[in-house]
Nanobody, 122 residues
Framework: VQLQAFGGGLVQAGDSLRLSCAASGRTFSTYDMGWFRQAPGKEREFVATISSSGRSTRYAESMKGRFTVSRDNAKNTVYLQMNNLKPEDTAVYSC????????????????WGQGTLVTVSS
């Protein structure tokens, strides 16, 4: 499966942004999907994950209540709604697909897409 994240941009603190990750192939609905981010000079960090059916989700503690992950299997797309953005949310956000269950560990994911840059100004 090939993945492409988009929807990033420059926003102000407190703004909202929705990222999308489009997947190719007819097996998208069988994959658990994850969102990760990497800020400049920092290691990649788990953001959120959603099961293949969409019934289960998990978030990093710092994103709970602000970020919402969802998916539309008919459109082969997973979304990340980000509200009340903070300057520390500035990072390249990437989506990933795996089939070993939802996880915060990047090693659970086999396919990665190009990231999209989110910049939050104060």
């Amino acid at each position: 499966v090939q993945l492409q994240a988009f929807g990033g941009g420059l926003v102000q603190a407190g703004d909202s942004l929705r990222l999308s990750c489009a997947a190719s192939g007819r097996t998208f609905s069988t994959y658990d999907m994850g969102w990760f981010r990497q800020a400049p000079g920092k290691e990649r960090e788990f953001v959120a994950t959603i099961s293949s059916s969409g019934r289960s989700t998990r978030y990093a503690e710092s994103m709970k209540g602000r970020f919402t992950v969802s998916r539309d299997n008919a459109k082969n797309t997973v979304y990340l709604q980000m509200n009340n953005l903070k300057p520390e949310d500035t990072a390249v956000y990437s989506c990933a697909a795996g089939s070993r269950g939802i996880s915060s560990y990047s090693t659970y994911y086999d396919y990665w897409g190009q990231g999209t840059l989110v910049t939050v100004s104060s």
